[in-house]
Antibody
Framework: EVQLVESGGGLVQPGWSLRLSCEASGFTFDDYAMHWVRQAPGRGLEWVSAISWNSVTIVYADSVKGRFTISRDNAKNSLYLQMNSLRFEDTALYFC???????????????WGHGTLVTVSS | QSVLTQPPSASGTPGQRVTISCSGSSSNIGSNAVSWYRHLPGTAPKLVIYSNDQRPSGVPDRFAGSKSGTSASLAISGLQSEDDSDYYCAAWDDSLNGVVFGGGTKLTVL
């Protein structure tokens, strides 16, 4: 059974940093690209970042570019999101998600974690 | 303002068929596959359609996806109370070089 478990969320002040983790199991982690998606309170889903299976290709949403860094450790079946210079508008439930196919174009995200909550408040 | 446009709400009675639309542009829906997700706030989103019209295993055939040009639709037939949820469309955007989501449609089963 595929499982994605996020952790690392919490309450921080603006300008602070936080590192999220996502532990994967039930599939061959190093075959698949992985994504982070967030949902702010009362808002819809917002894509944050993605990383290819071998970390060669990394992309970010403009809203987090230059502040967030995605990475992975295939030996530990883990995905990470280092969030620096956090802003009020980064307050959200952060989900990690697995790309459907191991190769080819993006056609969707088939498994998602339950999310970890990040609250940026003074 | 989401890149993909969905109606904020939709509704139907049990047994009815409802359709949710998703409008985009040539850089996303027009040139890439669309997927749909069911999401109850605070829970893990669930994939219900990928590659425009493919159902993952376990998703009933009451769910059907389609795409034409720069628009896509999710149709749910034989509406059930358990279908009451938020639904989001998504696609890769070649100009933004990332995934874009619709703003979400809250489906209410009356």
């Amino acid at each position: 059974e595929v499982q994605l478990v996020e952790s690392g969320g919490g309450l921080v002040q603006p300008g602070w940093s936080l590192r999220l983790s996502c532990e994967a199991s039930g599939f061959t982690f190093d075959d698949y690209a992985m994504h982070w998606v967030r949902q702010a309170p009362g808002r819809g889903l917002e894509w944050v970042s993605a990383i290819s299976w071998n970390s060669v290709t990394i992309v970010y949403a403009d809203s987090v570019k230059g502040r967030f860094t995605i990475s992975r450790d295939n030996a530990k079946n883990s995905l990470y999101l280092q969030m620096n210079s956090l802003r009020f508008e980064d307050t959200a439930l952060y989900f990690c998600a697995k790309k459907i196919h191991s190769s080819g174009r993006w056609v969707g995200l088939d498994y998602w974690g339950h999310g970890t909550l990040v609250t940026v408040s003074s | 303002q989401s890149v993909l446009t969905q109606p904020p709400s939709a509704s139907g009675t049990p047994g009815q068929r409802v359709t949710i639309s998703c409008s985009g542009s040539s850089s996303n829906i027009g040139s890439n596959a669309v997927s749909w997700y069911r999401h109850l706030p605070g829970t893990a989103p669930k994939l219900v359609i990928y590659s425009n019209d493919q159902r993952p295993s376990g998703v009933p055939d009451r769910f059907a996806g389609s795409k034409s040009g720069t628009s896509a639709s999710l149709a749910i037939s034989g509406l059930q109370s358990e279908d009451d949820s938020d639904y989001y469309c998504a696609a890769w955007d070649d100009s933004l070089n990332g995934v874009v989501f619709g703003g979400g449609t809250k489906l209410t089963v009356l």
